[in-house]
């Protein structure tokens, strides 16, 4: 394991839960998080550096958990030593860095990017629905991912930077780091998109990069039109940010909220799922497929070939918004 940040909570969880894999190693220059995991899951080597862990345990594969910045030096250090590589999305700060990495690993070492929320449990049920053709032609999609999360609570503080102190220092912020997972998710059901506009934000002035999204994609081939709405400072909405999904189509329309998918139309179904049970099951999944792939020499569903399309729509929200980070805190910015 390469980190032993917050994300790790939800990962270590998923590997205690995989028969025949074991995390035997834990590297972070932060000492004291490395060894509360290490006490918490049973892992036996603790390390500073991912050179000394590389070095000193024996090791098949590595989990990389680091900060984005860290992901490309860290994916590199483990397929020079040939190892099977699961890395947390994105693969590297920006497009470039990302498609710079593949370039350089291709054929070197088996790699999986971990994009978690296509595993979702009620989004597997969802595309299973879609195979079907429940819904005829779709005619629409409608995302929508709001919160109040930036906005001051009674205390002063903003929930979302207190459950996520890192997003103050992030340039980008809600589509490279949130919304990501969203059209990685939005791609696994429906296939290839265009950015057609986007519109990005930011509301206040403890973060320098944006916390709100209007995006606007058309489906390649038919043109079916999607559009994404991102805001974590909507007032009446509640702190923590749930997903809203419908799909528009001849003969049904679907609507997911949080957990809850429905659908309406010609025929009625409905499938109820616990949210935090999803939350941490699709972490399992992900790194599940991981294992199962790894072993059997099968492809991941999530390959860093895959990941880099989801990577092009980001880059390209922030091209044609032309929003800019601040360098530091200021006003509020809309591009």
Request: charged residues 25%.
């Amino acid at each position: 394991m390469v980190g032993a940040g917050w994300v790790t909570q939800y990962h270590l969880p998923g590997w205690a839960a995989v028969d025949g894999a074991d995390v035997v190693a834990i590297c972070d220059p932060d000492g004291e998080a490395a060894s509360d995991r290490a006490r918490a899951f049973g892992i036996g080597a603790q390390f500073d550096t991912i050179e000394a862990m590389l070095d000193g345990a024996e090791l098949d594969a590595l989990d990389i958990c680091s900060p984005r910045p860290l992901h490309a030096p860290h994916v590199r250090a483990g397929a020079a030593r040939g190892l099977a590589l699961l890395c947390q999305k994105p693969l590297g700060v920006d497009l470039g860095e990302a498609e710079a990495l593949v370039a350089d690993t291709e054929g070197r070492a088996r790699l999986m990017v971990h994009e978690n929320w296509r595993f979702r449990p009620y989004y597997r049920r969802l595309a299973a629905w879609l195979r079907e053709g429940v819904v005829g032609d779709i005619v629409s999609i409608r995302f929508e991912f709001h919160s109040s999360g930036m906005l001051p609570g009674p205390d002063g503080a903003r929930p979302a930077l207190v459950r996520q102190p890192f997003f103050r220092s992030l340039d980008r912020l809600l589509v490279m780091e949130v919304l990501i997972h969203h059209l990685d998710t939005l791609r696994f059901l429906f296939g290839e998109f265009d950015m057609v506009t986007a519109r990005l934000g930011r509301s206040n002035s403890e973060i320098i990069g944006e916390d709100s999204a209007i995006l606007t994609l058309s489906r390649r081939g038919d043109g079916v039109p999607l559009s994404i709405s991102g805001n974590l400072a909507v007032h009446g909405a509640p702190p923590a940010p749930i997903d809203r999904l419908s799909i528009y189509g001849s003969k049904g329309t679907i609507l997911l909220e949080d957990a809850d998918l429905r659908l309406v139309g010609a025929e009625l179904r409905h499938a109820p799922f616990d949210a935090r049970e999803s939350y941490q099951a699709a972490y399992g999944a992900a790194i599940r497929h991981f294992v199962e792939q790894t072993r059997s020499g099968a492809p991941y569903e999530t390959s860093p070939q895959d990941n880099l399309e989801t990577l092009r729509l980001v880059e390209r929200a922030y091209t044609l918004s032309g929003f800019e980070a601040c360098a530091s805190a200021a006003s509020p910015q809309l591009a």
